[in-house]
Structure formats: structure tokens, C-alpha cells
């Protein structure tokens, strides 16, 4: 379920560490609670002591809901991972771009959904989901299962792989990469690593849109795939 009212969620309200008069204890407000403390102070602060700090409970009464902090976890990816979007209504390359595009965002209200998905279960309903349509837009359009999975691979090590080495949770403050840039060539010694002066110099002086570098990457590896999907 979508966290937030403005991707068509539900209104969940925020509770703190002192709440005030207590709402019915289940699975979902758990959960929930978990992805916000997340969002707060990082994934390794969501513990079961935590948590019952936060919803207004001795943390053993969350066992009456989720098997421990291992089953939290694992939620947590489920109830992500049910945000992305992969229309079926588009061609696969457009699909496929609002997909990458949807993730993204999702990654960009929780700085920490993708080290969270990279590394825990991926049998759960809402996982196995996704893969499915994502599969299913792609043998659609002509790849072949094994086709289709290498594809998938191939964009999800991307987008993946964009978000854990961009340099700022925020996807709006393109400034932080200019930053990081200045911070580079300042470490690097005069005469040292040319070629990596020479690129920090430029994005120095220059704000990087991560919005575009991302969209060009993907437009090359969609580009890959159309070839060998006519070459078929």
C-alpha cells in the first residue's frame, strides 16, 4: 500500500514517540510506523523497541503482529516495492521508462528502499508482482523468457546501481553533485589522476542533472535491447 496520499495511498497519520489517544494495534499500522521511523532516522533505527516507543506499546504486543524485527524487514520491501508502477497500457520502452522512473522516486522518499530490496527476501507477493508484469511487458513485446529475465537484470542493476552511487538522497538538489565535485578535485594533488581532474573540474562548474545522465543511460541500454530484439 502507498504511503503517501499524493500517489493515491491512503492517509496514514504520523505517530511520535509520545502519541496520543491509541489507535487499533495490526500489521499495517506496524508497518507503517516502521517505514516512517525509517524514513526519520535511517533503516538501523528501526528496532522492536523502537517501534513500540512509536506506536504507544510495550514492544513484546508487536509480536502479536509480526514475527520479529526480520519479518519488519521484510514488510517493509513489500509494502515499497507495491509503489512502483509498470504500466501495460504503453510499448515495452516506455514502459519500461516509467518503471525505472517510478523506482526512482520510490528511492527518493526512502533513501534506504534500495540496500533494503537488494538484500532480503525476494519471494514475497508484491515482489514476485512486480517481476511478473515487468516480464510480462517484455515477452510481450517479443523477448523470450531468458530475454526477458537479462533485460530485467540488466535494468534493474542499472537503476539500482544509479541510486546506491548517486551523491544526494534528493533528487531535486542537483547542486550536492557540483558539491561532491568541488570536494574531489580538491583532494586530488596538482598533477595527480589527470583524467579525474578533468572531469571534476568540469562538473565543478557545471550543476549535473542527474535527471538527465539517468535518462541518457537508460536510453542506451533500451536501445541495446531493441537491437537484439530485432535482430531476432
Known sequence: MPLH?????????RTTDNPGPRETLNRERVLCAAA?????????????????????????????????????LDGLVELVVSEIDVPTDVDW???????????????ARHSWAAALIDSRDRTGPNRLSLVDRVLGVLMGAGFSPAEAA???????SYTYGFERQ?????????????????????????????HAAR????YAATIFD???????????????????????
Open 150 to 156: 537479462n533485460a530485467t537484470l540488466i535494468l534493474n
Open 199 to 202: 572531469v571534476a573540474m568540469e
Open 36 to 72: 516512517q521511523l525509517a524514513d526519520e532516522r535511517g533503516i538501523e533505527s528501526v528496532t522492536m523497541r523502537a517501534l513500540g516507543r512509536r506506536l504507544g506499546v510495550e514492544a513484546p504486543a508487536l509480536y502479536n503482529h509480526v514475527a520479529g524485527k526480520d519479518d519488519i
Open 210 to 232: 542527474l535527471d538527465a545522465a539517468f535518462g541518457r543511460g537508460l536510453g542506451l541500454i533500451l536501445d541495446g535491447l531493441e537491437r537484439s530484439l530485432g535482430r531476432k
Open 166 to 194: 548517486r551523491p544526494t538522497p534528493s533528487l531535486e538538489d542537483d547542486a550536492v553533485g557540483t558539491e561532491e565535485a568541488r570536494r574531489v578535485l580538491a583532494a586530488i594533488p596538482d598533477g595527480k589522476y589527470p
Open 5 to 13: 496520499p499524493a500517489d493515491g495511498g491512503v492517509t496514514i497519520s
Open 93 to 107: 520502452r516506455e514502459a519500461m521508462r516509467r518503471e525505472a522512473s517510478s523506482t526512482r522516486e520510490l528511492f
